[in-house]
């Protein structure tokens, strides 16, 4: 049974330029959450997908979008990236939007450089 | 305003005996409390959780104990193991499933 995987764990930018980060759920999960986890800080909450639609948003500006498809999987995108915007970048996924299932399981993340 | 607060940024602990890690919170809304373990270069695994109506949960040698009164929360590992040693966060459930973490505590296990 897969767990979340997540895609690059690597990645190097510089300010200015665009970013998209892919995240694949857990089998069997429905619902893909995003969060921001800056050095020496917990994880934040960024927004999160269920039926394809973003239900829930942080406190993140405009600039971090993303997208969810029909088999789950989802995306994250960050336009014209700031030095502040290095992290490491988490996806968990859970079933139900409304918390019928209260655990969120995590991937590895991706972690982001921006020089 | 950081709504749930890991006060200890480490603990350094001796092989077999009793782990303590604490996080308060200030939101009354939660209604789902999480602990998550952490390995550099890893996500976070989910350890233990604990509903807003319980006050005790428990999973081998993982308890977690939550004072909704004092809005706290508290992870006990016993017996503590030098594999135990990561960063622990806290995490809570506010409606929708969006989790708020603390900033985390490095739990050293020494042998």
């Known amino acids: 049974d897969a767990g979340v995987t997540q895609s690059p764990t690597h990645l190097i930018k510089t300010r200015g330029q665009q970013v998209t980060l892919r995240c694949s759920p857990k089998?069997?999960?429905?619902?893909v959450s995003w969060y921001q986890q800056a050095l020496g800080q917990g994880p934040q909450f960024i927004f999160q997908?269920?039926?394809?639609?973003?239900?829930q948003r942080g406190n993140f500006p405009d600039r971090f979008s993303g997208h969810q498809f029909p088999n789950y999987s989802s995306e994250l995108n960050v336009n014209a990236l700031l030095l502040g915007d290095s992290a490491l970048y988490l996806c968990?996924?859970?079933?139900?939007?409304?918390?019928?299932?209260?655990?969120?399981?995590f991937g590895p993340g991706t972690r982001l450089l921006v020089l | 305003d950081q709504q749930v607060k890991q006060n200890s940024p480490s603990l350094s602990v001796q092989e077999g005996r009793i782990s303590i890690l604490n996080c308060d919170y200030t939101?009354?809304?939660?209604?789902?409390f999480l602990w998550y373990k952490k390995y550099p270069a890893e996500g976070p695994t989910f350890l233990i959780s604990?509903?807003?109506?319980?006050d005790k949960n428990e999973d081998g040698r993982f308890t977690v104990f939550l004072n909704k009164s004092a809005k706290h929360l508290s992870l006990h590992i016993v017996p503590s193991q030098p594999g135990d040693s990561a960063v622990y966060f806290c995490?809570?459930?506010?409606?929708?499933?969006?989790?708020?973490f603390g900033a985390g505590t490095i739990l050293r296990v020494k042998s």
């Open positions: 968990a996924s859970s079933l139900g939007d409304r918390g019928t299932q209260e655990t969120q399981y």
């Open positions: 604990i509903s807003s109506i319980k």
């Open positions: 939101n009354s809304m939660f209604d789902y």
């Open positions: 997908y269920y039926e394809e639609e973003e239900r």
């Open positions: 995490a809570a459930r506010e409606y929708g499933n969006k989790l708020v």
């Open positions: 089998s069997g999960h429905d619902t």
